[in-house]
């Protein structure tokens, strides 16, 4: 990987109802298992954006994980799994 690069992980829904656009609880679950167990870390927004517009370095194996409309799995499902983990993610809320 690149010294000025990011990896991003864009979720759209993570939902027990299949769709295009959702990714199942079970899933999403084997998946933050597997980026924690290979040790890569979910970092911030503040974290990404010291980054990519100053420089800041990143401890090895940083990645961007974002959900896109704030859906309550969000808080149901996404949080707790990335809390256990130790990982952090960003949400993109609707606003109107």
């Known amino acids: 990987m690149s010294a000025y690069s990011l990896p991003v992980l864009m979720y ?11 990714v ?3 899933h999403f679950e084997d998946q933050c298992r597997g980026m924690a167990e290979h ?10 954006e010291a980054f990519l517009l100053k420089g800041a370095p990143l401890p090895p194996r940083s990645l961007l994980i974002t959900f896109d409309d704030g859906y309550l799995s969000n808080y149901e499902i996404v949080w707790p799994a990335l809390r ?10 609707i606003g109107s």
């Open 84 to 93: 256990e983990r130790g990982m952090t993610g960003t949400i993109f809320i």
């Open 39 to 48: 040790g890569w870390r979910g970092i911030g927004l503040d974290e990404a």
């Open 24 to 26: 199942s609880p079970e």
């Open 12 to 22: 759209h829904y993570v939902s027990r109802f299949p769709g295009a656009i959702a």
